[in-house]
């Protein structure tokens, strides 16, 4: 199990904080984890991002900079942003046990990432659309709120803790990220035909649809399957 936490990916979005970063590094490697991904990062090769990442510099000297998030997560299959906020837009959120688990069971044949935002202002709407589940930590006072080394530190516990108790699955093919998007373009095109209207733009519903669909953990047979229950309604060209 312990081996999965290998694979997954931690992604800090414009951290102005070299401190933050050395402190992310160092949690990351006490509970197991080793990839590090920054996107825009403030310079952190020097001075207090080593100093708080005692003991695990390796994790700095191997982190890879990207200049958009979209190249920070064009290899990843399953993303969960980090969010201390909540909205309509943003959609349901869980917790952090409650991710741990599926985070595992998609790491066993999938890539997998955690976005983490800026300390400022965090991940904005548009950052969290593009994620799969989105992860609250539950706390007693909304301030003082947790910080973002705190915070990793938190998801990351949840999901080593995670390790102990979460068995591999049978060897199921998991739905790969590429089999959605056919499949989201059918359900929004039947359902605009029977006369559904969204509340919201088109994209934002799909985007929703997405989510929702990512959250069943559907199976490269499922998705099959449901293609077949539409082809029944509105066969494919």
Do not use: C
């Given at each position: ?10 992604i800090?979005?414009e ?30 090769q020097q ?22 998030l ?20 943003r959609?349901p ?7 741990a ?12 990432a ?9 991940l ?14 539950p ?6 709120s947790?910080?973002l080394?705190?915070?990793a ?10 390790t102990?108790?979460v ?32 509340r ?12 929702a ?24 060209k």
């Amino acid at each position: 199990m312990l081996k999965r936490l290998d694979q997954l990916i931690a992604i800090l979005v414009e951290p102005r904080t070299a401190g933050n970063i050395g402190a992310v590094a160092r949690a990351m490697k006490t509970m197991g984890l080793s990839r590090l991904r920054l996107v825009s990062p403030v310079p952190y090769q020097q001075g207090e991002a080593r100093w708080l990442a005692h003991g695990s510099t390796d994790i700095l000297d191997q982190a890879q900079s990207f200049t958009t998030l979209a190249e920070a997560v064009h290899d990843v299959d399953f993303i969960v942003a980090a969010s201390g906020r909540e909205g309509e837009k943003r959609g349901p959120t869980l917790t952090p046990e409650e991710v741990a688990p599926r985070l595992l069971r998609h790491l066993e044949t999938h890539s997998a990432a955690i976005l983490f935002g800026r300390e400022d202002n965090g991940l904005t709407n548009d950052e969290i659309a593009i994620s799969h589940a989105v992860i609250k930590i539950p706390a007693a006072t909304r301030y003082p709120s947790l910080n973002l080394a705190q915070a990793a530190m938190v998801i990351f516990y949840e999901i080593y803790i995670a390790t102990q108790s979460v068995p591999p699955s049978k060897n199921v093919e998991k739905a790969e990220s590429t089999f959605f998007e056919p499949l989201i373009q059918r359900v929004a095109v039947a359902m605009e035909n029977a006369g559904f209207q969204s509340r919201v733009t088109p994209a934002t519903f799909r985007t929703s649809l997405r989510r929702a669909l990512e959250r069943s953990n559907l199976s490269a047979n499922d998705i099959k399957t449901i293609h077949k229950a539409l082809d029944l309604l509105s066969p494919r060209k």
